[in-house]
T-cell receptor, first 116, second 114 residues
Framework: AQSVTQLGSHVSVSEGALVLLRCNYS??????LFWYVQYPNQGLQLLLK??????LVKGINGFEAEFKKSETSFHLTKPSAHMSDAAEYFC??????????????FGQGTRLTINP | NAGVTQTPKFRILKIGQSMTLQCTQD?????MYWYRQDPGMGLKLIYY???????DKGEVPNGYNVSRSTTEDFPLRLELAAPSQTSVYFC?????????????FGPGTRLTVL
């Protein structure tokens, strides 16, 4: 079974400050890892993903995340927050079902607020 | 491409009523999914389909039914609505690939059962 824990349901940072959203996962098999962003009243949009290869992955809007197997973590960072980054962020994990449906397991989400 | 579209956007149901949430994708994706999102929680998988005529249960299927008669459409049916089904419902779709397939999400349907 797989699970995801996001530390902190609400994170608040100042504009221009570092953004750090924490995600730890549990998986009995090598996982695929994802970060999704949800803007108010919209569906989810993929920010970035780790499937294989380089453990530091870069996504859209200046976000990046590092897969650390030893720590079972996949924290999301952005060096300088922008007002437009205010949204809900979800970490998700799935198994590596070859050619099969990707059944995502989501964390509970972290609401990011940016202070001017 | 319109991507993944869902109707209606909002709906209020009375306990015991039935309704169908519609989901359509125009990307010729093989796989389609239904998730629900409860307040303060992540999304949970209700049902998924790997192709027309093939569906399977996800983590929280009780109280729901699905069908997949075409590649494009994947409706979700609530037969006897209960307050516990108050949630936001998201449909998603993805290509069939060997290693990984990104899921594309619709805008959601907000359902309230009173």
């Amino acid at each position: 079974a797989q699970s995801v824990t996001q530390l902190g349901s609400h994170v608040s940072v100042s504009e221009g400050a570092l953004v750090l959203l924490r995600c730890n996962y549990s998986s009995s098999v090598p996982p695929y890892l994802f970060w999704y962003v949800q803007y108010p009243n919209q569906g989810l949009q993929l920010l970035l993903k780790y499937t294989t290869g380089a453990t530091l992955v870069k996504g859209i809007n200046g976000f990046e995340a590092e897969f650390k197997k030893s720590e079972t973590s996949f924290h999301l960072t952005k060096p300088s927050a922008h007002m437009s980054d205010a949204a809900e962020y979800f970490c998700a994990v799935s198994g590596r079902e070859l050619g099969g449906a990707q059944k995502l397991v989501f964390g509970q989400g972290t609401r990011l607020t940016i202070n001017p | 491409n319109a991507g993944v579209t869902q109707t209606p956007k909002f709906r209020i149901l009375k306990i015991g009523q039935s309704m169908t949430l519609q989901c359509t994708q125009d990307m010729n994706h093989n796989y389609m999914y239904w998730y629900r999102q409860d307040p303060g929680m992540g999304l949970k998988l209700i049902y998924y389909s790997v192709g027309a005529g093939i569906t399977d249960k996800g983590e929280v299927p009780n109280g729901y039914n699905v069908s997949r008669s075409t590649t494009e459409d994947f409706p979700l049916r609530l037969e006897l609505a209960a307050p516990s089904q108050t949630s936001v419902y998201f449909c998603a779709s993805s290509y069939r690939t060997v290693w990984y397939n990104e899921q594309f999400f619709g805008p959601g349907t907000r359902l309230t059962v009173l």
